[in-house]
Nanobody, 121 residues
Framework: QVQLVESGGGLVQPGGSLRLSCVAS????????LGWYRQVPGKQRELVAS???????RYTDSVKGRFTISRDNAKNTVYLQMNSLKPEDTARYFC???????????????WGQGTQVTVSS
């Protein structure tokens, strides 16, 4: 059973920083691709950043230069360092893991429960 548990969200002033963490269990962490998504009520969930098993990263344009995704395979943890936060970064942030099925026929996506980030003065 794959489980993802996020932490690190909270209330921060514009220009501030937060670091989100996501601990994974039930999978070979070093072999999986991971991502951070965010969602606000009434809108689609959007990809913020992703990192492959060999630590290649990708970011949505609105966070480039401000957010950094990283992984620590020894701790089964993926991080999202968020700097220079803006009110429009306010959302619920979700960790995701893409894992090949046991029969190697499909890629399965797993989600954490999310952590709320609110950027406000």
């Amino acid at each position: 059973q794959v489980q993802l548990v996020e932490s690190g969200g909270g209330l921060v002033q514009p220009g501030g920083s937060l670091r989100l963490s996501c601990v994974a269990s039930g999978t070979r962490f070093s072999t999986i691709a991971l991502g951070w998504y965010r969602q606000v009520p009434g809108k689609q969930r959007e990809l913020v950043a992703s990192i492959t098993s060999i630590s290649m990263t990708r970011y949505t344009d609105s966070v480039k230069g401000r957010f950094t995704i990283s992984r620590d395979n020894a701790k089964n943890t993926v991080y999202l360092q968020m700097n220079s936060l803006k009110p429009e970064d306010t959302a619920r942030y979700f960790c995701s893991a893409e894992i090949l099925s046991s029969d190697y026929t499909q890629v399965l996506t797993y989600w954490g429960q999310g952590t709320q980030v609110t950027v406000s003065s």
